[in-house]
DNA sequence: AACTTATACTAATATTCATTAATTAGAATA
DNA sequence: TATTCTAATTAATGAATATTAGTATAAGTT
């Protein structure tokens, strides 16, 4: 299989596990957290969704090796694998179309968004 | 709806747009063109898939406004909408997990890739 | 036992993708 | 203008696959 097809695939992946709201934000909330971890109960809080919801989620960020848990007493705590994930994903946040007309709302929420999650 | 959850919708779709290999090789063929652009035609032999596939991919990624068409005669050339979409996805090879044993093949592929896609 | 997280299973829903066929758009020629 | 050829989009199909949330249950820890 020719390298470029190769990567596009893993990278394909990669994206698709990106591709939920919820999961973005697991990302983000993951690397604004004190000490860059959160355990499952505390995600539940910040994203209101039912505790397996998120471990659904957090499963898929895991088979990507987007993330990585580690365990403490009974609770388990997420961190992202490579800490540069979330800020290579707000640079994403050039490629959403905040030109058009009915996209002011988008507009403004990603400028508080790139203030939030810096 | 917070500002949070509109941005990390948006980013999700846009993510989505690019979960597919046939997608991402798309974006890479157009910014490596001469011209920065390629009409359906060309993007048909390169990819060696069926032209009607193609302009599903391409009519997704125009939908998530990452790519822009131009008419010239009975052409139609595409082009990255920002010209920064190739190098940001190539970034995103960071996140690809290269190091477990059986990733040899991947690791060799991606190091292919950084030259051809640069 | 109490608490936290993960998994199994379900069911509904949705999507995705490639294929074939039909359609639109432009160019060339009669 | 009508016809024809080429290029590309759109529509329709259909199969496969996936996703998601929910409920219930299991597993690990204290």
Redesign the pocket.
């Known amino acids: 299989m020719p390298a470029r097809v190769v990567v596009a695939t893993e990278l394909a992946e990669t994206f ?1 596990a990106l ?2 709201e ?1 999961r973005i934000r697991i990302v983000e909330e993951l690397a604004h957290g004190d000490r860059g971890e959160l ?3 505390s995600l ?1 809080e910040i994203l209101k ?5 998120v ?6 960020l895991r088979h990507a090796k987007l993330v990585k ?1 580690r ?1 403490e ?4 705590f997420y961190s992202l694998t490579n800490r540069g994930l979330a800020s290579w994903l707000l640079q994403g946040l050039r490629f959403l179309d905040t030109r058009s007309q009915d996209a002011e709302e988008l507009s403004r929420a990603v400028e508080d968004v790139r203030r939030v999650w810096r």
């Open positions: 698709r591709g939920h919820c355990d499952v109960h539940v969704v039912q505790q397996p919801t471990s659904q989620h957090l499963s898929v848990q365990r007493g009974r609770s388990v």
